[in-house]
């Protein structure tokens, strides 16, 4: 029998009926067709499928999408201000840290929850945080310059935001 679920993605209040056994990337891509998570092994084993919960980086093919009733859910669709990329994904272009990009976004994802709670990781810690993403073919030195530039421009734009407002 079919279930209710109520959850905000990409800060949107969205309400599905699905059935219990259903995984939280089935609902992001197959229901609401946000298909830029992707979902490659279906084993929990390369993160491929990360999003974002409640500020926790969560792979969302080892979880129930029930599991998540009532909370948050942020996906790569959901970072971009309009036109404007997130200062993530413009460090993953500008680094070159991406080919095929089938694993990026999940790394991306993972980047988001891990500067959000820890603006200036070393890269010790961003290979800690990353650990487990699986990527064939991009060097993993590339990725881990990619998520301290990001840490960089993501202070650059905080510190012109006060300073823009001192000036006001
Ligand atoms: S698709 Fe989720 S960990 Fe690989
Ligand atoms: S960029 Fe191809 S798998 Fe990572």
């Known amino acids: 029998m079919k279930q209710q679920l109520n959850i905000v993605v990409n800060g949107e ?5 699905i059935e219990p ?3 939280l990337v089935q609902v992001i ?20 499928c990360t999003v974002v919960v409640d500020g926790m980086a969560v792979k969302s093919c080892s979880i129930l999408a029930l599991q ?3 909370r948050e859910v942020l ?8 036109p404007n990329l997130h200062p993530i ?3 993953f272009i500008d680094n070159w840290a991406f080919q095929c990009g089938f694993c990026t976004s999940g790394q991306i994802m993972a980047t988001k929850a891990l500067l959000d709670e820890n603006p200036d990781p070393t890269r010790e810690e961003v290979q800690a945080q990353l650990d487990g993403h699986l990527c064939r073919c991009t060097g993993y030195n ?10 960089k421009r ?3 734009q905080k510190e012109t935001a006060n300073s823009e407002k001192g000036a006001k």
């Open 21 to 23: 056994k259903t995984l």
């Open 29 to 48: 891509r197959e229901h609401l067709g946000l298909t830029g998570t992707h979902q490659a092994c279906d084993s929990s084993s390369c993160a491929a």
């Open 154 to 156: 993501i202070k650059a």
């Open 13 to 17: 209040p969205r309400e599905l009926f």
């Open 75 to 82: 996906t790569v669709e959901g970072l971009a201000q309009g």
């Open 142 to 151: 590339m990725i881990n310059e990619a998520v301290r530039d990001a840490a």
């Open 89 to 91: 994904q413009q460090a």
């Open 68 to 70: 998540v009733n009532g």
